[in-house]
């Protein structure tokens, strides 16, 4: 009963660490910098501290009305998240 538990418990865990793989996977196929421009409030920081020019502020706005961080010269990036730990409202995430 007991060992039947264990098993599905496990079997349970590998399909959520699949999931999670794939999540990972995605994201890592995809750009290094990955902005989420609803939380950006325009401060341009991450801009001002990207050490190779790579984010530029948009001209749109979200709905918030703030221009938001674009990822541009994305093959400049370095993945050196400097942007992402400047950011005051975590709302970059940096992949290598
Ligand atoms: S990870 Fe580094 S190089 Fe890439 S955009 Fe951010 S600050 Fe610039
Ligand atoms: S530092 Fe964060 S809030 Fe400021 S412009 Fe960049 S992404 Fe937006």
Redesign the pocket.
Same mark, same amino acid.
């Given at each position: 009963m007991m060992e039947g538990w264990i098993m599905k418990n496990q079997e349970i865990k590998n399909e959520k660490a699949k999931g999670q793989n794939q999540d990972v996977l995605e994201k890592i196929s995809g750009d290094k910098v990955v902005?989420?421009k609803e &939380?950006?409030?325009?401060?341009? /920081?991450?801009?001002a &501290?990207c050490p190779h020019g790579v /984010?530029e502020?948009s001209e749109d706005i979200n709905s918030s009305g703030?221009?938001?961080?674009v990822f541009k010269n994305k093959e400049k990036c370095t993945s050196c998240t400097y942007?992402a730990i400047?950011?005051?409202?975590?709302?970059?995430e940096v992949y290598k």
């Amino acid at each position: 009963m007991m060992e039947g538990w264990i098993m599905k418990n496990q079997e349970i865990k590998n399909e959520k660490a699949k999931g999670q793989n794939q999540d990972v996977l995605e994201k890592i196929s995809g750009d290094k910098v990955v902005i989420d421009k609803e &939380y950006c409030k325009g401060c341009a /920081l991450c801009v001002a &501290y990207c050490p190779h020019g790579v /984010l530029e502020m948009s001209e749109d706005i979200n709905s918030s009305g703030y221009h938001y961080s674009v990822f541009k010269n994305k093959e400049k990036c370095t993945s050196c998240t400097y942007c992402a730990i400047v950011c005051p409202d975590a709302c970059i995430e940096v992949y290598k």
